[in-house]
């Protein structure tokens, strides 16, 4: 099981962290990703890493932006989100796959989301 936290309110060009903390000790083999899903609009990709950490993918719309980093010592996946945009605001959601990467499907575990919301 994953359980994302750490989301809130914040300002426009400020910065959150969210984590995601998972139960079991395969978590460490798992590729994670994080996802979000806006009012309105369909689930999207935002962040992955590989199980190791040595890899990590991002949609072009956070690139440099947010950092994904991850602690298998720890069952924890990290999302640092600075110079956030009122677009940003979504529920986000992390998600472990062995095959998925990149994409907004295919995952074999789901966080139960958390809530982002930037204000103007």
């Known amino acids: 099981q994953l359980q994302a936290s750490g989301g809130g309110l914040v300002q426009a060009g400020g910065s959150l962290r969210l984590s995601c903390v998972a139960s079991?000790?395969?978590?460490?083999?798992?590729?994670v990703s994080w996802l979000r899903q806006a009012p309105g609009k369909e689930r999207e990709f935002v962040a992955a890493?590989?199980?190791?950490?040595?890899?990590?993918y991002y949609v072009d719309s956070v690139k440099g932006r947010f950092t994904i980093s991850r602690d298998n010592a720890k069952n924890m996946v990290f999302l640092q989100m600075n110079s956030l945009k009122p677009e940003d605001t979504a529920v986000y959601y992390c998600?472990?796959?062995?095959?998925?990467?990149?994409?907004?499907?295919?995952?074999?575990?789901w966080g139960q989301g958390t809530l982002v919301t930037v204000s103007s």
């Open positions: 079991g000790r395969a978590f460490s083999t798992y590729a």
């Open positions: 998600a472990a796959g062995r095959t998925a990467w990149g994409t907004s499907v295919g995952y074999d575990y």
């Open positions: 890493i590989s199980w190791s950490g040595g890899r990590t």
